[in-house]
């Protein structure tokens, strides 16, 4: 294994980034690993992406937007519990070959993998959220914890998107305290702030946007529920897939509001960007997340957002000012009576931060891991409280 000299801190690094899933694949940490990657690469390091084939058809080896993509299948097929000797064997004899790894996932496989297969040093981001919207998975939360404790004992630090989250994994594992730093979630700023304006619904309805992978957990049927209340005034766009989303559009049609929501599928980021920017409300009701990183790209676009009170979205919208809170309890006649209120109200103007700073701030913990001695120069000082830029 090559460890950088501190002398030579500022050289570019050979960095392994891991992860369950990536890109075409949708979610939310697929998002984030592949703007950290590309970001990363932009920086001049060397990236690498460990991930896994989830339908035996991408390319086992690809480069793109100037990062490395490996695949490997795994044996076990299930949705959250992959499992791939082939890339624990990688890491077992790729010890010369990367500086650092990067794993990301309490969640899934991942962590376990890097702990038991890598020998060298690594930083763990575990998008934490304690607890899981599948039963059987957080069943298996009791006997994974004591697998975490060592991912976390090797760890040589560790990364959470919001202080909430860092407060929450800190609590399950005591000894990540000291080791635990707080980086947001970033945004493609310029992307966002500059999205085509689109046309206006011909009938003068305005738009509420809700936009994520369609799990259950996402309760997206709240808010579709709520356009009960608010359809001589609004169209629903969702744009995003997943296994509820033949669910949702059957409960749309129950509910008649076949002319009231609309399900776009996945979108170009451009699409999404423009979406966002244009709508009167973006609206997330989930049950739990890491960091709301749509209500980031709202309060970029100065877009006002309606999301359920849970503690990743109260810290969203204590720093950025552009979230309405509702209790996940509300009713259908309280949802829709925010989303009014907000849509109507003045446009955010908030700053957020972008993916080259996220990218930026994580570097410099890269470099504590191993560079240790330079710590004495403050070279992580500010981390913690890099979470979003307001103003």
């Excluded at 049609?253 to 920017?277: C, M, Q, Y």
Aim: hydrophobic share 45%; with cysteine.
């Amino acid at each position: 294994m090559s460890a950088l000299r501190p002398e030579a801190s500022d050289a570019p690094m050979r960095i392994a980034l891991v992860t369950s899933r990536y890109w075409p694949s949708f979610g939310g940490i697929q998002s984030h690993v592949q703007a950290l990657a590309e970001n990363l690469a932009a920086g001049g390091h060397q990236v690498t992406v460990l991930t896994h084939d989830l339908d035996g058809d991408d390319p086992v080896e690809e480069t793109i937007n100037g990062v490395d993509v490996v695949r490997f299948l795994p044996i076990v097929p299930s949705e959250h519990l992959l499992i791939s000797p082939a890339l624990g064997a990688h890491l077992r004899a790729s010890t010369w070959s990367y500086d650092l790894v990067h794993v990301h996932g309490y969640h899934d496989s991942a962590a376990a993998m890097v702990m038991k297969h890598w020998a060298g040093p690594y930083v763990f981001t575990p998008h934490f959220h304690g607890s899981s919207a599948s039963r059987i998975r957080s069943m298996l939360h009791v006997p994974y914890r004591r697998v975490a404790r060592r991912v976390v004992q090797r760890a040589g630090q560790m990364i959470c998107v919001t202080r909430s989250e860092r407060e929450a994994f800190v609590r399950w594992f005591p000894t990540a305290a000291g080791r635990t730093h707080v980086i947001s979630n970033g945004v493609e700023v310029d992307r966002l702030r500059n999205a085509p304006m689109r046309a206006p619904e011909p009938d003068g309805r305005r738009t509420i946007l809700c936009a994520g992978r369609l799990e259950a957990y996402k309760r997206v049927d709240e808010v579709i529920d709520a356009m009960v209340h608010l359809r001589t005034g609004f169209v629903l766009e969702v744009c995003g897939d997943g296994p509820e989303r033949a669910a949702l559009e059957a409960h749309a049609i129950d509910l008649g509001l076949a002319d009231s929501v609309r399900f776009r599928g996945r979108v170009s980021d451009i699409e999404l960007a423009s979406a966002i920017r244009s709508a009167a409300a973006v609206v997330s009701m989930s049950e739990h997340e890491a960091q709301g990183i749509v209500l980031l790209e709202a309060a970029a676009a100065g877009t006002p957002s309606v999301a359920s009170g849970i503690p990743a979205h109260l810290d969203v919208a204590e720093t950025t000012g552009a979230v309405s809170i509702v209790s996940p309890d509300a009713s259908a006649a309280d949802l829709a009576a925010v989303v009014t209120r907000a849509a109507d109200g003045p446009r955010p103007r908030a700053g957020v931060l972008a993916w080259s700073e996220v990218a930026e701030q994580t570097e410099r913990v890269y470099r504590q891991v191993l560079c240790p001695e330079v710590t004495s120069e403050g070279v992580t000082l500010g981390i913690e409280e890099g979470v979003v830029r307001t103003g």
